[in-house]
C-alpha cells in the first residue's frame, strides 16, 4: 500500500454528490441511476462522490452498494472520475464495499466515520485503515459531524495522515468553514461540501464541491469553477450568487434525497423513485412545490442533448 498524494492534482473541480435511484422493492434503478450520470457528465463535471448522504449510502444494505459500484465504475470509467462512498454501519461492511468499489474501476473511495457508535480517535483510525486496505485506491475522510457525532477536526486528520497513507482529501461538511485551510496546508485534496461555499472555498485554496445541489444545476457550478480557474471573477461571482436558490431548493422540508430525485424525474422523464426508508419523503403537494421551484430555476430542462 503506497501514499496517494503524488497525483493531488486531478483531483479538482465539480463533484455532484448524486442521488440512488430506487424501485418500490429497494433495488437500485439502474437505467434512472445511469441516466442521472449520464445528464451531468454531459453538463461537464469532473466526477463523481456516488453512495454519498444524498445517494443514501450509509443505509444501503451490502448488495446496493455493490450494484451502485458497478454502475458507477461502467459509467464512469476512463470519462470522469468516481469517488464511491463506501461509509457503512460495521466495518465489515465497509470493507466489502471498498472491495466492490476498487474491483468495479471506481478512481477512489470515501468513507464517513462508523454511525450510531461513537468511536475514539483509535478505533476510527483502525476502521479507517481497514477500510483503506481493503480498496487500496485514494482514500477520502467524509467530514460530516452533523450526522455521525465525530468531527474530523485538524489534530485527528493528522492522526488519520499518518496512519493511512492512502490518505488522499476530504469532504469537509462541518460548521467550521476555517477548518478547510487547515486541511489544504497539510497537503490534502480538500473539497467544501456545501453548495453555498464553493468560491469562498476555492479562494481559501480548496479544490471544488461535492454536495447535491452542483447534481440538479452543473452548469451553474461548472461556469463558476471554469470562471475562477480563468481569473474571471466578475462570471464566478455571478454565478456564486446564483447557487443560493438551488441550495435553497434542495433544502426544502428536509429531505434533500427525494427533492433532488423529483428534479431529475422531471428533467430526464424516468421515475427516480423515492429514498430508502427511514429517509424522510415528500407528499403529493410538497412534491409539486419542489417540481415548481425547480422549474422556475430552469433546473427541468436539460442545457445539453444527453
Known sequence: MASQNGNLGKWKGIFPAV?????DDG?????????????NIAHGVNGFWNAGGTGEGAIMNDQQRTTVARITGEVC???VLSIMHVGAPTTASAVLAAKAARDSGCDAICCVPPITYRPTDRSLIEHYQRVADAADLPFFSYNLPQMTQVEVIP????????????????????ANFSDLRFYVRMGLAAFVGNGHLLLPALSYGGIGVV????????WIYVDLFKAWEAGDME????????????????????????NVKTVFSERLGIDCGKPLPPLN???DEEQAQVR??????GLTKSRVAV
Do not use: W
Open 235 to 258: 462570471t464566478a461571482t455571478a454565478r456564486q450568487e446564483e447557487t443560493f436558490d438551488v441550495v435553497q431548493l434542495c433544502r426544502m422540508f428536509g429531505s434533500a434525497a427525494h
Open 77 to 79: 470509467q476512463g470519462r
Open 292 to 297: 415548481q421551484a425547480a422549474r422556475d430555476l
Open 19 to 23: 442521488p440512488t435511484p430506487f424501485h
Open 27 to 39: 433495488t437500485v434503478n439502474e437505467k434512472a441511476y445511469r441516466a442521472v450520470l449520464e445528464d
Open 155 to 174: 489534530p485527528l486528520m493528522e492522526k488519520i495522515q499518518a496512519a493511512v497513507p492512502q490518505l488522499t482529501g476530504l469532504k469537509h461538511s462541518a
Open 211 to 218: 454536495d447535491a445541489p452542483p447534481g440538479i444545476a452543473p
Open 281 to 283: 419523503t415528500l407528499n
